[in-house]
């Protein structure tokens, strides 16, 4: 597999203040991501996302993440934001994902399993989401997200036919060598970090996200070294 240059995409996740709006775009950050499940301690409503990525500067992209939500609210949210990408977290089916995109381009989660027993193909699911402009790779725990979890990398196959966005249990320490595994494996690689950027739930901490993109940054300048 041939892969593209080594930039990694970065996408700052669960922001809920304009603080850390602001910190995350001053970092570097290439996307940020607003929660729209009422069941998350980050979640924000439609008025606030709103307000939120009205702070964004061009070229950084706000996306709207998803757990099973009825259409009519993507389709509010999605008139609010037209700028923003999707992101769909829950059990939605490929048919559904379309659908509620509306021609939108969409992510769509995969819930990697902690176990190694328990089995997961992400090659197939891969292929039934093939309409995803990338595959979000998460922790499956209890409920929707990856709670800070980290799967186990090294079993992602070695040729994913998509672009890749890894998530769950992202830091500044183990980033750069989740880049170093998980690039190769893919046509492209970016990562969502949310916790891992955190003083509290919902509440970013400036240094560590300049931390995280710093530690990005240094993998791909390793990445790109002869």
């Not at 891969?126 to 079993?155: C, I, M, N, P, T």
Request: charged residues 20%.
């Amino acid at each position: 597999m041939t892969a593209l240059h080594p930039r990694t995409r970065i996408k700052i996740c669960g922001l809920t203040r304009e603080q850390d709006v602001d910190a995350a775009v001053a970092a570097g950050a290439d996307a940020v991501g607003f929660v729209r499940y009422e069941a998350s301690a980050r979640h924000v409503d439609a008025a606030r996302a709103a307000a939120l990525a009205a702070r964004l500067p061009p070229f950084v992209t706000p996306v709207l993440l998803y757990v099973n939500a009825p259409a009519e609210v993507v389709a509010a949210d999605c008139a609010r934001l037209p700028q923003a990408l999707l992101q769909f977290h829950g059990d939605e089916t490929p048919a559904q994902c379309v659908a509620l995109a509306a021609g939108r381009p969409f992510l769509r989660a995969a819930r990697i399993p902690l176990s190694a027993q328990v089995p997961f193909d992400l090659l197939a699911f891969a292929e039934q989401f093939s309409s995803a402009q990338a595959l979000l790779l998460d922790a499956h725990v209890d409920g929707y997200g990856g709670a800070g979890k980290a799967f186990d990398w090294s079993r992602i196959p070695t040729n994913v036919n998509a672009h890749l966005v890894l998530s769950g249990g992202l830091t500044p320490a183990n980033v750069g060598d989740g880049i170093a595994q998980v690039r190769p494996r893919a046509k492209s690689l970016a990562v969502d970090v949310s916790s891992g950027v955190e003083a509290a739930k919902g509440l970013k901490d400036a240094g560590r996200i300049r931390e995280f993109v710093a530690a990005v940054r240094a993998a791909d300048a390793v990445l790109a070294t002869p």
